[in-house]
């Protein structure tokens, strides 16, 4: 008798859908016309006095190509995307206003180089919670991404 109610749960959970905060790795990957957006990820913050930054690898399946015109985050005050780099030995960093998606090329907003930077944040941003981002593009309009968050040290979601 037990075994049947076992099987009865188990196949039942089967039924229900993952909890808020868990998702399945499907759930990673965004797509909007000839565009994909892969494994959005971002790394905890320090409280709110410390900006944070979002990663993720934009794929672009078209023969046209499109471009990043604004990002939104309820996370933060600012959402803008920054691009890092090194000249000799010393780190730059720097707003920029778009960002093109050449058509069949792919896209990676990674640490050390581009980025979005989730500036005045507006609450903390915790190891293993998701919050929502939305990127607008030129062709494809806008596309609501889950970003998951990892440790403050993290080089990102495990391939």
């Given at each position: 008798?037990f ?19 868990i ?36 794929r ?34 720097t ?12 896209v ?26 939305t ?25």
């Amino acid at each position: 008798m037990f075994k049947h109610i076992m099987v009865l749960f188990f196949y039942a959970s089967l039924l229900l859908p993952f909890p808020p905060g868990i998702a399945s790795e499907k759930e990673y990957s965004y797509s909007s016309g000839d565009l994909v957006i892969e494994n959005p990820w971002a790394r905890e913050s320090i409280g709110t006095i410390r900006p944070s930054a979002a990663y993720m690898t934009i794929r672009n399946s078209g023969t046209a190509a499109d471009t990043l015109i604004r990002i939104e985050a309820p996370v933060a005050g600012i959402a803008q995307l920054h691009k890092m780099e090194m000249k000799e030995n010393i780190s730059t960093m720097t707003p920029e206003n778009s960002l093109s998606i050449p058509e069949l090329a792919n896209v990676t907003l990674a640490p050390n180089g581009r980025h979005i930077m989730l500036m005045k944040l507006t609450r903390a941003l915790s190891t293993g919670e998701h919050f929502p981002l939305t990127l607008v593009f030129e062709r494809a309009g806008p596309i609501e991404v889950w970003v998951r968050v990892f440790h403050l040290g993290s080089s990102g979601p495990e391939k």
